[in-house]
């Protein structure tokens, strides 16, 4: 029997009601990772006026919870007018920094928000790899001491890692790490391939061996897992991204433009969008073609239709990170039996134990036709 925030989710999305919105401010950030994936805007990004009225645009639409997120929010000038403007509205606010900005009074100012959760990234346990990933001098430091001056103030944090070959010796520091501030922490290992198209964002992914010492059971995804659904993720259902250009794209993942809040309302986008009612009506398992021959369908939790799209155009394909995932998960419960491999991965011609090369992904850049 599911629980009234289950039926809830289940009816919202049932009705198309786009409950959860995303919105990147801004691409402006004040580190710069080795990973970040983020495409420089070439527009402008939205005025002040134009994101308020897009927040009243978003609530009539039914949207509960906003997530500002960037680049790093805190560059951006519109961020405590924009989220001050949300809560006023009525949104339950989350919120994505990397926390190295925060001074006692931007602080005050965000604990202000009461925000239902910071999210922060906690990239590294150690000063040398933290800013050997963000390219800048004391980000751990900087981050750690924004971290706290959260804390002191009651705002509820919670740390993200990402897991890449560079940080990766230092996993377990980083749950200790977590520990010890007394914070909730996730880890992941899915790199976002760079949205212009390139290898740089991509190359630092995992492969599959590394995932499999890691136990990659443990790891978090967007997925729905292997039970059986209907869906393997939920995009296109009840939830969207904003650019900080105004256009709307399906998740962070999957960058097929909708439409641009410039030129239409949210209402619009969000009801009439083509590409949204071909994925509520076929982003299903009976139309994942490849998928559904797979040896590892069972052990398969994380495919994403974004990552899909971005490798090969297709949604509806799978994505040579949700194999190695599987791949890795199969190694793990039988560590006596051979890997399978997978029909995306034979197609690509690789080996069971071999790590795929993000280089030899074709990757698809953003393409702003609607
Ligand atoms: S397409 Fe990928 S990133 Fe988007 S909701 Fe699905 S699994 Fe998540
Ligand atoms: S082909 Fe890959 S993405 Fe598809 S079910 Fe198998 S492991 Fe998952």
Request: hydrophobic share 40%.
């Amino acid at each position: 029997m599911d629980d009234h925030y289950t039926r809830l989710l289940k009816r919202l999305h049932q009705e198309y009601v786009p409950y959860h919105v995303i919105w990147e401010l801004t691409h402006h950030c004040n580190l710069d990772c080795v990973m970040c994936y983020n495409a420089p805007v070439t527009r402008p990004e939205l005025a002040l006026a134009e994101g308020c009225s897009v927040l009243d645009q978003l609530a009539v639409a039914g949207a509960l919870r906003l997530t500002l997120t960037g680049g790093e929010v805190l560059t951006s000038p519109h961020f405590f007018p924009l989220a001050t403007y949300a809560r006023q509205t009525g949104f339950a606010l989350n919120i994505k920094t990397n926390a190295t900005l925060l001074t006692p009074d931007t602080a005050d100012r965000l604990a202000a928000l009461e925000p239902l959760q910071v999210d922060v990234s906690l990239l590294a346990a150690t000063s040398g790899t933290a800013d050997r990933i963000t390219q800048r001098r004391h980000s751990l430091e900087r981050a750690l001491r924004g971290i706290s001056l959260l804390v002191e103030r009651d705002v509820p944090v919670k740390l993200n890692s990402l897991l890449m070959e560079i940080n990766l010796a230092e996993s377990e520091s980083l749950v200790s790490l977590a520990r010890s501030l007394g914070l909730p922490h996730e880890q992941f290992v899915k790199i976002s391939p760079d949205d212009q198209g390139t290898p740089k964002a991509a190359q630092h992914q995992l492969g599959r061996e590394a995932m499999t010492r890691l136990n990659a059971m443990n790891l978090s995804s967007c997925g729905q897992g292997s039970s059986p659904t209907e869906r393997t993720c939920q995009v296109g259902m009840g939830s969207c991204l904003i650019s900080p250009d105004g256009i709307v794209y399906p998740c962070i993942e999957l960058r097929i433009p909708l439409g641009d809040l410039r030129q239409q309302t949210f209402a619009e986008i969000w009801q009439n969008s083509p590409h949204l009612q071909q994925l509520r009506l076929s982003h299903t398992r009976p139309h994942l073609h490849t998928c559904a021959t797979c040896e590892l369908i069972e052990y398969c939790e994380g495919r994403c239709a974004g990552l899909a799209f971005k490798e090969s155009g297709d949604w509806l394909a799978p994505d040579t990170l949700a194999c190695h995932q599987a791949q890795a998960r199969f190694a793990h419960l039988h560590s006596d039996r051979t890997i399978p491999t997978t029909p995306h991965l034979a197609k690509l011609n690789l080996a069971s134990d071999a790590v795929a090369s993000p280089r030899s992904l074709h990757v698809h850049p953003i393409d702003l036709t609607f």
